[in-house]
Each structure stands twice: as C-alpha cells, then as structure tokens.
C-alpha cells in the first residue's frame, strides 16, 4: 500500500485528520522537500504525532521511485508531501508506476498554493488562465516559457499565477530576482507584458507564519524591499473587476 499525504500550505497544524491516520498506519514513513520547501521543525513535530520516524528523500530518490516502492511492497508505505501530492508530475508518475507493480494506492488531499494564493489575493478564481515555473536563469539555460504564457493569457483577459523555482542549491527565488528576470524576458521578447510600472500581487510564506501579501510594481520587487528566504509566488493581474480592484488597494 502507498499512501500520498499532503501537508497542505502551513505546517503540521494543516495536516487532515485522514492524512494524519494514514500516517499512524504507515510502516514506514517517507518526505520530500523539493517541491516546496516545509517549514522549520515540521517534520520532528510530526514524528512525535505519528510515534515513528520519517526518512527525508532527495529528489533523485523521489523521481528514481525505487526507495518508495520497494518498500510498499512489503508494507504500507507512505510518502509526505508540501501543499497537495498531486500538483507535481513527480508524484502522478510515482502513482503509475506503483499501480503498475500492483501496489494500491491512496492520495490524501491538502491545501495547495494553487487556491490558497488565489483566495489571499482577492481576485476571482474563474479568471485565471495557465499556471507557470518562473525558473532561475543560468548559463546557457534562459528559458522563455513562462512569459509566453503570461502573454498568451492577457491576451485572453486572464490572471497569471507564476510559481517561483524553489532550487535544493539556491533555495527559493527571491522576488527581486524573479521581477529582475520578467525584466530580461521582456528586453528578449519584447511583447509589452511586463514595464517597471507593471503591477504584481506578491505572495509569501501563505499559510505560514510571516505570510505576506503585497500589491506593487516590478521596479519595487526588483529593488529588493520584499525579499526574503521563504518561498513566494506572483500573480500577474488581468483587466480588474471593480471588487478586485478594491480589494488589491486595500492590502
């Protein structure tokens, strides 16, 4: 048996009483942090709910599936993820490939940033078109996928959220660094998407303690005011409905 649990946005406080049950049933317990990062001490806490230790995976160990379910196979195994499991590809392929071995599985739904963002930021969930990975730039590695689908949804009228990379060297993208390469996408790819007056919603740590919620221009987020080590995400408004629009004036 292989159990999914989702932690959901904040710490042990957000885990359902089912997933905390699957947990207690579990022989053997496993977590990730490579998808979202989990807050300082969550994991010991847990530990002490659960009355059993759990073994941290690298996303090699994770995305290489062989720890996870060699051990479903001889027990109930369980593997605890940030936010919702089923948000990362990782975690579909690792459900296949365990059905595929005949292991039964079990997703245990949380809270997911892909909500939590939107209810914090007021805007109408309806009006929101793709999600994107704003991705750290490297040498030889300037990848332009995330602007094109933020033109692609203004041009439909809809909001953007962007995920920023969350890097097991780097840790989570800084905002400052995230508006400063919406800046160099939009000097490449010149689609009039992003200016220094373009207004964005920033959204950090939600859920969590420090959580904050901000509602400002790129030139503020790439002069680094609103940095910080926890991870964030930005939304790229569309035309606003007048109760947005309040709403956003108001944070």
């Not at 847990?46 to 009355?51: D, G, K, S, V, Y």
């Not at 920023?164 to 009039?192: F, N, Q, R, V, Y």
């Not at 910080?228 to 956003?248: D, G, M, N, Y």
Request: aromatic share 6%; hydrophobic share 45%; with cysteine.
């Amino acid at each position: 048996m292989l159990f999914l649990v989702g932690i959901g946005v904040s710490d042990e406080q957000s885990l359902t009483l089912a997933g905390l049950s699957a947990l207690q049933s579990c022989g053997k317990v496993f977590a990730e942090s490579y998808t979202n990062l989990l807050p300082a001490g969550a994991i010991s806490r847990i530990e002490t709910l659960i009355c059993r230790k759990i073994e941290m995976l690298t996303r090699e160990q994770v995305e290489g599936e062989t720890p996870i379910l060699e051990s479903a196979l001889l027990r109930p195994t369980a593997l605890l993820v940030a936010g919702d499991p089923m948000i990362a590809t990782t975690h579909v392929s690792l459900l296949l490939s365990a059905k595929k071995r005949g292991i039964s599985t079990s997703v245990i739904h949380s809270s997911s940033i892909l909500s939590a963002a939107i209810g914090e930021s007021g805007l109408q969930a309806y009006k929101f078109g793709k999600t994107a990975t704003l991705a750290y730039w490297r040498e030889n590695y300037a990848p332009l996928s995330s602007y094109e689908v933020a033109a692609e949804n203004s041009s439909r009228g809809a909001h953007t959220l962007l995920l920023l990379d969350i890097d097991e060297a780097l840790g989570p993208m800084p905002p400052s660094i995230a508006a400063k390469t919406l800046l160099k996408m939009e000097d490449a790819a010149k689609s009039g998407i992003f200016t220094n007056g373009t207004k964005l919603v920033l959204l950090s740590a939600i859920g969590r303690e420090g959580q904050t919620v901000r509602y400002c221009s790129i030139s503020e987020l790439a002069g680094g005011k609103h940095d910080s080590a926890l991870p964030a995400v930005l939304i790229l408004p569309a035309k606003l409905h007048f109760l947005e629009e309040e709403f956003l004036r108001s944070l």
